[in-house]
Nanobody
Framework: VQLQASGGGLAQPGGSLRLSCAASGLIGSITLMGWYRQAPGKQRELVATITSGGGSDYADPVKGRFTISRDNAKNTWYLQMDSLKPEDTAVYFC?????????WGQGTQVTVSS
């Protein structure tokens, strides 16, 4: 099983970025897809999750600014990040739960700076 994250980069405050995560090597649908982030010197924290049925949940700091979505047919999910703030700077990791087993992507750097 492999999760391949992409889409990170540099954005200005107030800007937008879109992250993607593609899963391969899986049989059947993924139960839960999500995004986590880890800033320098801090613990990894949950950003957003989405279930196979489309139900989503967000961490308070990103509510109203980030949107998680998924394409079940492609085993791919996305994180649309709008109104970015410098405190959103972190390495973003995608995560999936499949048959009760958790899998991590390699991480993609997001830097928000003017």
């Amino acid at each position: 099983v492999q999760l391949q994250a992409s889409g990170g980069g540099l954005a200005q405050p107030g800007g937008s970025l879109r992250l993607s995560c593609a899963a391969s090597g899986l049989i059947g649908s993924i139960t839960l897809m999500g995004w986590y982030r880890q800033a320098p010197g801090k613990q990894r924290e949950l950003v957003a999750t989405i279930t196979s049925g489309g139900g989503s949940d967000y961490a308070d700091p990103v509510k109203g600014r980030f949107t998680i979505s998924r394409d079940n047919a492609k085993n791919t999910w996305y994180l649309q990040m709008d109104s970015l703030k410098p405190e959103d700077t972190a390495v973003y990791f995608c995560h999936a739960v499949h048959w009760l087993v958790g899998y991590w992507g390699q991480g993609t750097q997001v830097t928000v700076s003017s």
